[in-house]
């Protein structure tokens, strides 16, 4: 029987060659002349943002795409020259009318108005500097006169916070700022002698002139917060101060952004006491940049990476622990395991967030969300906005914090059956905050 000879490797090549057009034209439709671009077609392409260039690139460039979009969006969130003049005119009429009622005070601005975080439309901190004021009963008879001031030129009457742990006025002026057409309504908020949170804002309008990726990081950031309702002190959330905090204690683990404080006592900086709590930090940028050598600080990388960088790391890695600018001072072993616990930066020990137990894992969900939503190579803006569709979600939500605060009151006041009764009522669709469930069984 005769053998054939197996076809070698060439006789394949040689009949795939022969197949090839034939395949082709059965698959695929010829190849089309494509005409050079115009200039009008190059003037098209070049007026295209570079994000949106970058963006059809791929993924490869989803970090670039992402910086261009938080350098955007911080751009337009900060104020314009007439809404700046409009907003520092009215501080400044209300200065002069308080200065006649009120012989030898200052009003001196805080907060976002004075490290350049302000966002039009948000409150702005000011604390009336009046000597020889001190404890509870005077500070509230000082804004008993402010108030009536106010209502004598304005025709306005403040909103009374007498109450609130640092008392103050909210004071809305009149309309003149939608006349304008600056688009902004802002609400003044009106403390005495706020001395430290005029310090801690000095302290930081001073990291911001460190490190410059932090104003565009922080202004994308509080803006994220405000959208999805966790920027709220008052409602168990995160303050602006506390999100502030965050980002730099994020730089100091990743980037090795130095302690300003710790400079000023390591170099021997005098003592600067302000109601006796010492409150100096270093602004010498000699002594800043050497101890960055010295820290081996890394190249920050762009605001993509290091905004990415943040959701993750508060959303995925954080799973408690002090959050702190300094490490001097003494830790509380007490706190070393604490959720959230972010300490003042001029009163270690002191928890500046205050975030109610309920809102952990909220608010832990919100910066993984985000840093998935970010990951898979989505817009920084759809964060940025609050969508009608979440509306009705939130109002469950805020009934279900109603309903915890009830829990939580009751427990203090030892009223077992009551407390048991409240927590069985309860549907279990309505225990979707694992905060609330903790409490419970801690408590049963």
């Known amino acids: 029987m005769l053998r054939t000879k197996p076809p070698s490797a060439l006789s394949f090549g040689l009949c795939r060659l022969c197949l090839l057009p034939q395949a082709r034209s059965a698959t695929q439709a010829p190849l089309a002349w494509v005409p050079p671009a115009t200039n009008a ?13 970058a963006k059809d690139r791929g993924p490869s460039v989803r970090l670039r795409h992402l910086t261009c979009e938080v350098e955007e969006l911080a751009a337009r969130l900060l104020p314009t020259e007439e809404q700046l003049k ?20 200052n009003l001196v601005p805080f907060g976002s108005a004075a490290t350049g975080l302000w966002v039009p439309g948000r409150d702005v901190d000011l604390s009336l500097k009046v000597a020889g004021v001190r404890g509870r009963i005077e500070t509230k008879s000082v804004l008993h006169r402010v108030a009536l001031t106010i209502n004598r030129f304005s025709g306005e009457k403040p909103e009374n916070r007498l109450s609130a742990k640092m008392p ?46 932090l104003k565009p990081m922080l202004l994308v950031i509080k803006t994220w917060a405000s959208a999805r309702h966790i920027n709220d002190r008052s409602e168990g959330t995160l303050s602006s101060f506390a999100l502030t905090l965050m980002t730099i204690h994020l730089f100091q683990r990743r980037h090795g952004l130095p302690s300003l404080q710790d400079l000023a006592i390591l170099h021997g900086q005098p003592l600067h006491e302000v109601q006796e709590v010492d409150c100096r930090f270093c602004t010498d940028e000699r002594i800043i940049e050497k101890e960055k050598l010295k820290l081996g600080s890394c190249e920050n990388g762009s605001l993509g990476a290091n905004i990415l960088d943040f959701f993750k790391f508060f959303g995925t890695e954080y799973k408690g622990g002090v959050i702190a600018v300094r490490s001097a001072g003494k830790e509380p072993s007490r706190m070393s395991t604490k ?90 669709s309505e225990w979707h905050a694992a905060g609330l469930l903790l409490a419970l069984c801690k408590f049963l």
């Open 168 to 213: 103050l006025l909210r004071w809305i002026p009149p309309t003149s700022w939608e006349k304008d057409g600056t688009g902004c309504d802002p609400s003044f908020d009106i403390t005495v002698n706020n001395d430290l949170a005029v310090e801690n804002s000095r302290l930081v309008s001073a990291y911001l002139a460190v490190e410059p990726l």
């Open 86 to 105: 409009h907003r520092d005119e009215t501080v400044q009429e209300l200065e002069h009318h308080l200065q006649a009622a009120i012989p030898g005070c």
């Open 41 to 53: 077609g190059r003037e098209q392409d070049e007026g295209r943002s570079n994000c949106s260039r």
């Open 339 to 428: 959720f959230l616990f972010i300490d003042n930066p001029f009163e270690p020990g002191k928890d500046v967030a205050n975030v109610d137990i309920g809102q952990h894992l909220r608010l832990r969900e919100e910066f993984r969300k985000a840093y998935v939503h970010l990951r898979k190579g989505n817009g920084i803006e759809e964060l940025c906005h609050r969508r009608t569709d979440e509306t009705e979600d939130y109002a469950a939500y805020c009934e279900e914090q109603n309903k915890y605060r009830v829990f939580q009151a009751s427990r203090k006041q030892g009223r077992i059956g009551k407390v048991r009764s409240i927590a069985f009522d309860l549907d279990s």
